[in-house]
């Protein structure tokens, strides 16, 4: 029997061996146009013995001649000043590592907000093109804004693997359009079917880095019982795990990896020891350290001399005129914050030094963006100690978060921090995350080291680029066309190009001239070194600063000049600024940018903007026992509503009713049908600061049960409160007021399950996962709006 299995392994790889040695080699003549690459028709044989049969060379497609290995960085929410090598306060060994070993850009650009930076990035077209006008939760019914990317801007991803690479995406998706976000599908527009092989990571704008909700795949992940568990490092294990196996198994198949970390979107998570680190070093606040950061980026020579520190914004106050308790409160965040980019820079730094270790480094093209936009001041102007607060607009007061000091960045908080910590880590910028139309939402440090192509070591290029100009240079660098057909679909041609030229030219003549900015009705038009813009409203004004049509507050600057923005010219080149202002338009129209739309808050609500919902025209939703993993976005609606919910329990005999019965959200916002000891109850968590319970006195009884709540909602706007009351099989066990209830938004990745808790507990006292799993059966549930 051995000597029989040993003769089939043999004969196993004699077939590999000859397959491999027939296989077609990868030739110039392939039409990479046109993907996938079509396959030679089959010739039919007419030998009858296989043994006189020569079989014909095996087709195979497999990536050019010396093309790369591409490692994609893009880190969230961190601006210009946000590394050591453009003068920041923060350490970060990695990014100066691959500064100094190939080259930094100093004047790359973003869409100024998340998911159009993604899309624009991956797909080298601009960000309204790809439907992406704003986040996906914010998506419209109008084209440029559905959050819905059509087949014609096929991602580069795609094209890689299409032309014989193997491809990774890890940590933040938020490219699939709000409604398509369930096990429901449809999967097209997951990164699984947006030409990544793997994926392993989260699909929303962002999550909660202790307790995240992630997919591998499109399989959901169950998450181990560890105290210690940070998904940031989670993610580095999967990538590393991930890129050794490839080069393991086919060493001479180039990878792409995509890795993109929810940090340092908020909630700013970091372990306590990291955090520690930091203590006292912002203690000056950023008043000082702006001027301080910018001399050491003149210094650095990242910004030329002369460059004028741009006045913050109005609304942020001199750090001088500060209470003790505020300076206290806003030292310690950003001391978080600080500690969460280091964090970060330390993790892309461990999957840089396992390409290292298996010796690929030396060809492989690194990309780090570090920043999808500007640094982030949706904190406001005092931080947050749940961000949740900022999406249901609810502002938070310092004595208020003064108690949560300590825990700070810990499992206990979802926070952000004050608005001008934003403005310091854009240095030497006025504006931030948001603002398209300045260059602190817009520009970020980006860096570029590739060492079989880039000769030039610790270099500056300054020529305008874009996110849109990253597509075109990995295709440029791997030796590939541009196809003008994907999977069927004609494709729209890509809007950005390439860098390489820069690779070798320090004074290489700018390609990308021309590019258009809009967000929320931020707008900007950047041409030949000439930028007009208008601040139409800052991240932390809830209604514009005016009407769209209303063009009075335009500003025009020379960038060839003046790098922050700080001499407008408006009234010296009138002429100027209205030529740039009609080209935005022209730009605007050719890009579907066109109907402006700076509605922020109310996009979130689909049937607001006749976005697609899952539950459009439902009035009830039935569940049962294991349906867990229901984003928000693919849930009834139950907010500023009245409801009910009916629940079909089974309680065997011998056992203590406990756990989940049905909860949506979590620690920082939710509400959950549970049993308690034995008694039913109902919580209503308002934004983890304050918690409202509706609860029966007498336990209940072995066998089954139905349990109703029911709320009767206020009206009288959003947000408001009501009345709850409880009911065992049709009596009233419990009634109580929940006074104020969210009117926008629960969790960015919190959940809807039924008969446990995912993620962090709604109801901290049957707790979540394994603990919060209830003790008998859920045969039905139903919600049912009123």
């Known amino acids: 029997m051995k000597f029989r299995k040993s003769l089939l392994a043999l004969g196993l790889l004699m077939a590999v061996w000859v397959s491999e040695s027939n296989a077609q080699k990868p030739s110039d003549s392939l039409d990479r146009t046109v993907l996938p690459i079509m396959e030679p028709a089959r010739q039919a044989s007419t030998e009858l013995d296989v043994r006189k049969a020569t079989p ?8 050019p001649q010396g093309a790369p290995n591409v490692l994609l960085v893009l880190v969230d929410d961190l601006g210009f000043a946000g590394t050591s090598t453009f003068g920041g306060p923060v350490t970060t060994p990695t990014f100066d590592r691959i500064a100094r070993a190939g080259l930094k850009f100093n004047n790359f650009h973003t869409t100024a907000v998340c998911s159009p930076t993604r899309a624009a990035l991956k797909s080298g077209r601009n960000h309204h093109v790809c439907n992406m006008g704003a986040i996906i939760e914010m998506g419209t019914a109008f084209p440029g804004n559905t959050g819905q990317i059509p087949d014609s801007v096929a991602p580069v991803a795609e094209m890689l693997r299409l032309n014989g690479y193997a491809t990774a995406a890890f940590g933040k998706w938020h490219e699939t359009a709000a409604w398509e976000a369930s096990t429901a599908g449809p999967f097209d527009r997951w990164p699984t079917r947006q030409g990544f092989d793997k994926f392993y990571g989260f699909l929303g704008g962002e999550t909660n880095q202790w307790a995240p909700f992630i997919y ?15 998904f940031l490092t989670d993610m580095t294990d999967q990538s590393v795990a991930w890129i050794r196996y490839q080069k393991a198994l086919t060493p001479d198949k180039p990878f792409f990896v995509y890795y993109a970390p929810g940090a340092t979107h908020a909630p700013h998570h970091v372990p306590a020891d990291r955090i520690a680190r930091w203590k006292g070093k912002f ?22 001399k002369g460059t004028k520190l741009a006045p913050k914004p109005e609304a942020i106050p001199d750090w001088d005129s500060l209470s003790a308790d505020e300076r206290r409160l806003f030292t310690r965040q950003a001391e978080v914050f600080a500690a969460f980019v280091e964090m970060t820079d330390h993790e892309i730094g461990r999957v840089i030094d396992a390409i290292e270790q298996i010796g690929q480094l030396d060809d492989t093209l690194v990309i780090l963006v570090y920043g999808d936009n500007g640094t982030s001041a949706e904190g406001g102007r005092n931080g947050m100690f749940s961000e949740m607060t900022y999406f249901n607009g609810v502002q938070e007061t310092v ?23 934003a403005v310091m880590f854009d240095t030497p910028f006025t504006w931030t995350k948001q603002v398209a139309s300045d260059h602190g939402g817009t520009k970020v440090g980006t860096a570029i080291q590739w060492p079989k192509g880039i000769k030039a070591k610790g270099e500056l290029r300054t020529q305008f680029h874009h996110v849109i100009d990253v597509a075109p240079t990995i295709l440029e660098a791997a030796g590939l066309p541009e196809p003008k057909i994907v999977n069927g679909v004609k494709q729209r041609p890509m809007d950005g190009v390439s860098m390489v030229d820069t690779f070798a030219d320090a004074k290489a003549n700018d390609r990308h001239v021309t590019q258009y900015f809009e967000m929320f009705g931020n ?22 600063r005016r009407p769209l049509d209303d063009d009075s507050a335009w500003e025009l600057y020379d960038t060839r000049t003046d790098f922050s923005l700080v001499n407008n010219l408006a009234a010296e080149h009138p002429e100027k600024l209205k030529e740039l202002q009609t080209l935005f338009l022209t730009e605007a129209e050719e890009n579907f940018a066109l109907p402006i739309d700076d509605r922020v808050f109310e996009r979130i609500l689909a049937e607001m903007v006749g976005r697609p919902d899952l539950m459009a025209g439902r009035t009830s939703i039935t569940l049962a026992e294991g349906m867990t993993g229901i984003s928000e976005n693919a849930f009834l609606s139950l907010k500023n509503k009245s409801k009910t919910i009916t629940a079909e329990i089974e309680v065997p005999e011998g056992v203590v009713a406990n756990g989940a019965i049905i909860v949506q959200g979590g620690r920082f916002g939710g509400w959950g049908l549970y049993v308690h000891d034995g008694l039913p109850a109902y919580d209503y968590n308002f934004l983890g600061l304050e918690r409202f319970t509706v609860a029966a006195q007498e336990k209940l009884k072995p066998g089954k049960s139905t349990i109703r709540f029911e709320f009767a909602y206020d009206g009288g706007g959003l947000g408001k409160g009501g009345t709850g009351s409880l009911y065992v099989d049709d009596k009233k066990v419990g009634e109580g007021r929940i006074e104020r209830t969210q009117p926008t938004l629960f969790s960015a990745d919190e959940t809807a399950d039924v008969g446990i808790d995912l993620a962090t507990p709604v109801v901290e006292v049957i707790g979540a996962e394994r603990k919060s799993k209830f003790t008998g059966r859920i045969p039905k549930v139903s919600v049912e709006l009123k």
Do not use: C, S
């Not at 203690?283 to 030329?304: K, S, T, Y």
């Open 56 to 63: 014909p060379p095996r087709f195979a497609v497999t990536a």
């Open 216 to 230: 591998d795949g499109t399989h959901q992940v169950e998450l181990p019982e560890d105290p210690n568990y940070h």
């Open 283 to 304: 203690d000056q606040g950023w008043d000082a350290m702006r001027e301080q950061i910018l001399a050491r980026q003149i210094e650095l020579g990242v910004v030329p």
């Open 399 to 421: 004595p208020d978060m003064l108690k949560f000091l300590d825990k700070w960045g810990g499992p206990e908080t979802y926070p952000h921090m004050a608005a001008g910590w």
């Open 523 to 544: 707008r900007a038009m950047y041409h030949d070194g000439w930028f007009a813009r208008t601040i139409h409203r800052a991240p932390w004004e809830a209604k514009p």
